[in-house]
């Protein structure tokens, strides 16, 4: 089973950016895809956006899209998110996972391998 740790993390005024990394290690090669997701308080965990290992093929939730660029680089085995223009409301826990092909790409329960999580913190 793949195993993922994320980092890159902090606190940053609105209109700020960071990049998180989503190390892979393990049987990373049974994985199809890996994705990026977030919890704040009190609130469930909500997908942010997945990247495809073979083909880069992306998806993102509709209120990052145009502000967010998840990539990947095969050989170093990382996923990488890009927040630009960030917000208040996106601050939360993000979290990165992997899934296999048949997994629905949109639930939590589909991936597997969860980190510990980096906090992402937006002050107005």
């Known amino acids: 089973q793949a195993q993922l740790v994320e980092s890159g993390g902090g606190l940053v005024p609105a209109g700020g950016s960071l990049r998180l990394s989503c190390a892979a290690s393990?049987?990373?090669?049974?994985?199809?895809?890996v994705g990026w997701f977030r919890q704040a308080p009190g609130k469930e965990r909500e997908f942010v956006a997945s990247?495809?290992?073979?083909?880069?093929?992306?998806l993102y939730r509709a209120s990052v899209k145009g502000r967010f660029t998840i990539s990947r680089d095969n050989a170093k085995n990382t996923v990488y998110l890009q927040m630009n223009s960030l917000r208040p409301e996106d601050t939360a826990v993000y979290y990165c996972?992997?899934?296999?092909?048949?997994?629905?790409?949109?639930?939590?329960?589909?991936?597997?391998?969860w980190g510990q999580g980096t906090q992402v913190t937006v002050s107005a």
């Open positions: 996972a992997a899934r296999g092909a048949a997994g629905g790409v949109f639930t939590p329960e589909s991936y597997s391998g």
């Open positions: 393990g049987r990373t090669f049974s994985t199809y895809a």
């Open positions: 990247i495809t290992w073979i083909g880069g093929m992306t």
